[in-house]
DNA sequence: AATGAATGAGGTTTCATTCAT
DNA sequence: GATGAATGAAACCTCATTCAT
């Protein structure tokens, strides 16, 4: 089977939709929401921007299937590791190291999560958050696997508050990390576990017993 | 007479400069840098645009002076807080106390810093990671007192890593409290001392000797 | 249907990039550079502004365009007219009615050139005198067939003072014909050249000599 | 006699209004009618803009008393120089000589005349052509008196037009020789006059007796 | 005689978005 | 399925000019 020279003339749409996705993905870690413009990913696209609306209406609508996309991207590296461990702590450990991965393979589009131009934007905010907790969410769920329990109502918001602060501990983490690439990403990984290790087993404990 | 109708007319340099910081911080807060308008800030403030530009010379100069002074009023207020305790986990409990008693006073100004529209520009990803460092260094200081030791030089780096993990963790909860206003900021310190606080003394063990 | 309605609406590319060059032409002699709005310039063409700006990027870059387009113009006709005659007074004489004409077609064009309000601005001094100096290195060259030689290191620079002087004196003639219409081209350039031949031979004499 | 400081306070107007000139021809000079700012201006005089305003009116009224001051200043020193000699060649030598000297001096202001940013605008194109026009009228009156007659009817607008020709030439050379100040005053008089001079003599004499 | 504070109008430029073909 | 041409709205910024004191 020949691939089609897609760079020109009718394509369908499904492949165009794909590549047009990739390449906004890159446009807008490269410039944020704002900066980048319709007109420079129909130019990188080889596309006339008519194109572009039909496929994703807005720039809106095309900024929020990016970020969607990068976020179940992620969700599902970090969730995949997990289930390949059984030991809590290796768990959270592997866990941490894809995600980390993650980040080393695909920085781009996650600068758009996260450091991105916008991520304050009301319309954005959302999308972002939505991903932050969805870690959050793999989180809370190990941990209960973990202990064996769920909390109760009362410790609930505690819990959950707790893996989006540890969220944020990573993401943080992770823009130190761009400037110093030399440390491998298991070091990484040791270093936050250690960190939190401790102080999550107490919780857990804790949270169970109240419970 | 001695209060001057401020709120039309003619006002003193001073008095109108600091009223357009305010408002500024406000609107930067509640749009972000690019969404937010000079000519909104000017209707705003009852003031024709020339008067924003004679003040601050342009809208980056103005984000940016917003931004500075929203920085230095936080590590004060923490800086001070934690000058009235000896105990290092007083110690840094009272600055996470008073981090969080900011944000409730200031939460408008403090989004402008870790959640703007802009982080990501290099432009103010400098402002604002220079603040999220001065914390980290904040604690690197008071973990430095609490061991009476230094690390060495290898030991540097983790050290670093870790604070600003820990700075990230303190703006992403603070992100879910501004959705759990109901928490009080001092157990939400202890929620959050709790989880890094067993960590962070193994830490410092650890750098202590390895130094 | 061959020609369809240039003035409203859409129309082909290159026509409405001559069109527009053609109203800036108009505009910037009528009122300089800097006096000259984009504003205008879109509502005189019947198009919005954003057009001009896909055409030719920046008020800047107009004016320029427009410039060399007239100077570019103005050359050829010269050098045309001086190709037709052997004799080097005709020859001369020839250029010089060519000039003069070209001012009577295209007077607009060519006050952006030499009395335009920005001659002084760095940016755009560089074309006009471009321009200037094309004319006096036609004359030099035209000189140089005369004699038969060319000046010396030493002679070089008063004959290219001179021809300046000479192109200065067609411009500043220009201006003054603008305002008396009623003289025929054919004797103005006889004018000129009683004034400067004498002289102009004698040059030629001595700095042939002199080499 | 003591020199009060006119720098601050109070300051006879007649002064004022002297320094303020002084100033604004630097300051236009520099700049061009159009990048020169009244703020500036200000600045410079250490003197709040109401103060100018009061003095000249408008900007284009300040513009105008230093487009007028220079050319006369200009006309004087040429009229002068002329005055003390009395051969007609060297009569015009000395003319020459005592406008690229006035070049020299005052290049600055100069540069406002006849190469200014708007030269071209209507309302200063007439000052600038009024300022040729008195060199103009200043030549015709010298060739009167050397060929003892005045042109008749027929021949005046010749003549008028072939000063005015001339002037255009100074001009132009003025700027040639801003870039090559290594040749003296004197030298470049002996250039143009050597140019123009047969012609000159030729067109007295031809008129002389046409009339 | 002089000023600090303010303004209205206008400038260039950019962008997301949509017809008409 | 795709495009070339066009637009409306809004952005930042500057300047000559004038009150009110």
């Not at 691939?3 to 003339?9: L, M, P």
């Not at 109760?152 to 943080?172: C, F, K, N, Q, V």
């Not at 491998?184 to 960190?195: F, G, H, M, N, S």
Request: some cysteine; proline content about 4%; aromatic content about 8%.
């Amino acid at each position: 089977m020949l691939v089609a020279n897609y760079r020109t003339g009718r394509v369908p749409r499904a492949v165009r939709s794909a590549q047009l996705l990739e390449l906004a993905d890159q446009l807008f870690a490269e410039r944020g929401f704002h900066a980048a413009s319709m007109d420079e990913l129909a130019r990188r696209a080889g596309v006339s921007k008519p194109v572009i609306y039909d496929h994703f209406g807005s720039k809106e609508q095309l900024f929020a299937t990016c970020v969607r996309r990068t976020g179940e991207a992620l969700a599902d590296r970090v969730a995949k590791a997990v289930r390949e461990e059984s030991d809590p702590r290796e768990r959270l450990r592997a866990g941490s190291i894809a995600y980390f991965r993650f980040l080393q393979d695909q920085l781009r589009a996650w600068i758009v999560l996260f450091d991105g131009e916008d991520a304050r934007d009301t319309r954005f905010a959302t999308e972002a958050s939505r991903i932050r907790r969805r870690q959050s969410d793999l989180m809370i769920h190990l941990m209960a696997e973990t202990s064996g329990t769920t909390p109760d109502h009362e410790g609930r918001p505690r819990l959950e508050a707790m893996t989006l602060a540890i969220a944020g501990a990573y993401e943080s983490l992770s823009l130190w990390w761009h400037e110093h690439p030399e440390v491998p990403p298991e070091e990484l990984a040791d270093w936050l576990l250690d960190l939190i290790w401790p102080g999550l087993e107490q919780l857990n404990a804790q949270l169970a017993t109240s419970s």
